[in-house]
């Protein structure tokens, strides 16, 4: 499907915006032809029993075919598998033992994509399950497979529907939530607005519930969210809370994707047409350009397998001077790898960076051996970490 020009926008009509950051208002619409992300949490596909919420599912499925035929790319990213599987097996409620859970999901996904197949291709659509690992998006060489995936079913049509795959996840190595799954989706797909749905309408100041706490209707900054309350602790069957939401508006709106935090109730308000009211979920306002593949993979999706160690002059070299990391400043050197590994760059006071070392951790060692003897360091040129392959880390994130 082609693609509207969105992308300077983040793909939302521009309503009543100024044009400036500081005073932009909340889009009215979503552009033609935006390519957005639905993700739909599990809170939003269960009943009260325990079951799947068919009549959601069929809701959600009849405004995919409406956006599809409005002109948008869409990929639904669902939650479900995991309270899908617990009624089959006998569980009353959410086991903590990884087996116990994994073993759900694997009864649950067939059901939750069974459903989902089923509402799709009523409304004509295509549906395509999609079952993603952590690896799939943290080693380089699967990232581009996926995303070549992404693009041929998108291209002919069919609706990528996707979940992690649950059932081979390890402790060590799961993405953990579909926040963070619909937000590594939307950098893979590129797209435009990514849609999280959930059991309440978007963020408050403080959980619901809470004296005083009301909704937050936009966020055009990070510093926006200065003094908002918000919990990890979700729903029955939910993971993470609305702290993996917020998490995941940040990752996205950074690599240029606008996101839209509301409750499934408004699904049919915010997504039956190209109207966004404006007194429904929350919106974030990208906060920087659609980035390099490369460079937020290597920010958010990549599994850096050790640290280097930097000097404050070198850490301000790369945070404020958006310099590559050179070997004066590197201190010491931890982990074994290879040239081309993804490491961090830790300066006195945190982590600084994360990026693609042309070093092996030997040869570092040598460097850092030879400079405390007071010998001949092998004659190294090329810089530690390059600019090109270098993601800053947010001063939240890391030591
Ligand atoms: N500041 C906040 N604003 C809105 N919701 C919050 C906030 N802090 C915590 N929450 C909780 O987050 C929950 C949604 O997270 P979760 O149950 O994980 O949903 P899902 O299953 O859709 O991923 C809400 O039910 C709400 O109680
Ligand atoms: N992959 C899991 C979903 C985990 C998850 O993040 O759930 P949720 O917080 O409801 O989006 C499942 O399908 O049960």
């Known amino acids: 499907m082609s693609r509207a020009p969105s992308r300077q926008d983040g793909g939302v009509g521009s309503g009543a915006d100024s044009g400036t950051t500081a005073h932009r208002d909340r889009p009215e619409s979503l552009a033609p032809g935006a390519r957005v992300v639905i993700k739909v949490g599990s809170s939003s596909l269960t009943r ?57 999901a694997s009864v649950g996904q067939g059901n939750l994509m069974a459903r989902w197949q089923t509402a799709m291709s009523a409304y004509g659509v295509v549906a395509a399950q999609v079952l993603l690992t952590a690896q799939d998006v943290a080693v380089r060489s699967h990232y581009r497979t996926v995303r070549a995936t992404f693009d041929a079913l998108l291209s002919l049509g069919a609706v990528p529907i996707v979940n992690e795959n649950d059932a081979v996840a390890t402790d060590e190595f799961s993405l953990g939530d579909n926040d963070h799954l619909a937000a590594l989706v939307s950098h893979l797909v590129t797209a435009d ?55 995941a ?87 074994d790898f290879e040239s081309g590994a993804v490491v961090d760059i830790v300066g006195p006071e945190r982590a600084v960076a994360r990026g693609i070392c042309r070093y092996s951790a030997a040869e570092l060692g040598e460097v850092l051996a030879a400079r405390a003897a007071g010998t001949p360091a092998p004659d190294h040129v090329a810089p530690v970490v390059h600019r090109d392959d270098l993601a800053e880390l947010p001063r939240t994130a890391g030591a």
């Open 48 to 104: 009260p029993d325990g079951g799947l919420d068919l009549n959601r599912i069929d809701i959600i499925a009849g405004l995919t075919a409406g956006m599809r035929r409005r002109g948008h790319d869409v990929i639904l990213v669902t939650s479900g598998a995991v309270a899908a599987g617990l009624t089959p097996l006998g569980l009353e409620t959410r086991p903590q033992e990884l087996r116990l859970l994994q073993a759900a």
């Open 249 to 335: 508006a940040t990752i996205s709106c950074a690599s240029g994707t606008a996101t839209l935090i509301a409750s499934a109730d408004d699904a049919a308000a915010l997504l039956a047409g190209p109207d966004l009211p404006a007194q429904v979920g929350t919106w974030f306002d990208p906060t920087g350009p659609h980035r390099p593949s490369r460079r937020l993979w290597i920010a958010h999706a990549s599994m850096p397998e050790g640290r280097i160690l930097v000097d404050q002059g070198a850490a301000r070299a790369l945070t404020v001077g958006k310099k590559s990391l050179l070997l004066p400043g590197v201190t010491a050197v931890s982990g």
């Open 193 to 247: 607005v990514l849609v999280l749905l959930t059991d309440v309408d978007g963020l408050w100041t403080a959980r619901p519930g809470t004296p005083g706490a009301r909704p937050i209707r936009h966020v055009r900054r990070p510093a926006d969210l200065e003094g908002v309350s918000v919990s990890g602790r979700g729903s029955q069957v939910g993971t993470g809370g609305m702290t993996t939401k917020v998490q």
